[in-house]
C-alpha cells in the first residue's frame, strides 16, 4: 500500500520540483539536493515513516543506485547500432532531459568514454542539468554546438520531433508502440535498427 501511495505522488511531486527549481536544480541547489528534497516530500506526503538517519541511508544508497548501469538496461539493439554508425563515421551526440548522472551511466555501459573520445561510441553527453533548458529547445542548443548534426533521434514527438524542426535539422521517430504518433511528419521506425535505414 505504501509503495502505491509513493507511487502514486510521483509525478506530481516531480513536476512541482521541476517548477521550484527547474532541470534538476541547475543554478540553484543543485542535482543531489533536488532529488533528496523530492523523495522526503514523498515519503511524507506518502505517510511513510521513517527516521532521519535511515532517510539519508536509505536516498544516499537510491541515489547512487539511480545513476549507474544496475538501474538501467540497454535495448538489445542499442551496442550494434551505434557500432554501425561508428563505422559509418557518424559522430553520435546523446541528448537528454537528464539529470548529471547520465554520463556515468553511459561510461558503465561502455557508450561513453571522455578519455578517449575519438574511440568512443557517443562523442557527447548533453542534459537538460548541464545546459539549464530542456527540449525542444535542448536540440536547437547541440545544433549551434554541432553544426555538422544532421539527424535528431528520439521518442517524443513533442520534445525529440518538435525539437528537431525547429532547430532545421531532419527528425527519425522511434515509435517503439507502433501508434504511429508521428503522424507522417518524419520517418519512423520501431527499433534503433531501423534508424540505419534512414542515414
Partial sequence: M???????????YY?????????????????YEWWRQLVRKIYLASHIDIK????????????????????????????SVLRELQKREYDVVVTSDFDNGLSNILQEHGLYNPEDI????????????????????LVG?????????SVHVGD???????????????AIFVDRSGKGDCHDRCPSVLTLEGVLDHV
Fill in 156 to 170: 517524443s514527438v513533442r520534445r525529440d520531433v518538435v525539437g528537431a524542426e525547429e532547430s532545421g535539422v531532419a
Fill in 15 to 31: 513536476q512541482d520540483a521541476m517548477r521550484e527549481h527547474p532541470n534538476f536544480g541547475h543554478g540553484s541547489i543543485g542535482c
Fill in 141 to 149: 542548443l547541440v545544433r549551434e554546438r554541432w553544426r555538422t548534426l
Fill in 118 to 137: 575519438s574511440n568512443s561510441l557517443i562523442k557527447e553527453v548533453i542534459t537538460s542539468y548541464k545546459e539549464g533548458v530542456t527540449k525542444p529547445d
Fill in 52 to 79: 532521519c538517519y535511515q532517510f539519508s541511508y536509505v536516498f544516499d544508497d537510491t541515489y547512487n543506485q539511480f545513476r549507474s548501469k544496475s538501474c538501467w538496461e540497454m535495448y538489445p539493439e542499442t551496442l
Fill in 2 to 12: 505504501l509503495i502505491s501511495q509513493f507511487n502514486s505522488n510521483f509525478p506530481l
